[in-house]
């Protein structure tokens, strides 16, 4: 499916997608953020085939009345802002064949309260670190602005939290931090205003400037690493 090919159908409230589709795509042209089903105000449900492997970038955004999102088992990358700013989006479930989810995936998703992120993921938003705090660098917090977010279990196959990944989810009140994760980008859990406890594993190798600045009700850090 290319990109735009039903951006803003502001009627469109269900999309059962074929067996056999393996990609949403991306939008190819420069500073364009319409992804396939882009602005689609009314869809409430997507029932996706075994088949898909990738969700594109802006896919899904701004689809406001999309409550439950379950992917099956083969897809392993979703693009950035697939599903951002899907202001109503309380459930999501990801199969363990998911290896990558790139920046700002789920960003403003102020209802979502709680996520199980699968065991094969590796990489969350992009191993980058920008000179300077501009948009773009806020744009990339996979999570970012998930204010009702309250708790998210990190699988053990986890490697990389990129910058901004937490940035302002406000109600969030715990993390642990599985064995696995070598990095930690800047500012990637800023904000994050009732976050009392942190736990670091011992293969932690790179925590980057200011991962928890603004976390103003922390008060233990277990870290393992040397």
């Not at 996706?48 to 969700?55: C, G, N, V």
């Not at 009702?148 to 969030?172: D, H, M, R, V």
Request: charged fraction near 20%; glycine fraction near 8%.
């Amino acid at each position: 499916i290319g990109s735009k090919s039903f951006t803003r159908c502001v009627n469109l409230e269900n999309i059962v997608l074929p067996e056999g589709l393996k990609r949403i795509d991306d939008s190819y042209e420069s500073y364009s953020n319409y992804g396939a089903f882009y602005g689609c105000t009314s869809l409430k449900s997507v029932t996706s085939p075994s088949t898909l492997e990738y969700i594109g970038d802006y896919a899904f955004s701004q689809c406001t009345s999309l409550k439950k999102i379950e992917m099956k088992s083969g897809l392993s990358s979703i693009g950035q802002h697939a599903f951002a700013y899907c202001n109503r989006l309380k459930e999501v479930i990801l199969p363990n064949t998911l290896t990558n989810c790139d920046g700002g995936a789920f960003r403003g998703c102020t209802a979502l309260e709680e996520i199980t992120l699968p065991k094969g993921l590796k990489q969350l938003g992009y191993e980058y670190e920008s000179s300077n705090d501009n948009m773009w660098d806020y744009e990339r917090g996979v999570f970012s602005g998930c204010a009702s977010l309250k708790k998210i279990i990190l699988p053990e196959g986890l490697e990389t939290i990129s910058q901004f990944t937490f940035e302002q989810c406000a109600n969030l009140t715990e993390i642990v931090i599985p064995e696995g994760v070598s990095f930690i980008g800047k500012n990637a859990f800023r904000g994050c205003q009732k976050l009392n406890s942190v736990s670091l594993p011992s293969t932690l190798t790179r925590c980057s400037t200011t991962p928890f600045s603004g976390c103003n009700q922390l008060t233990e850090i277990k870290c393992l690493a040397l």
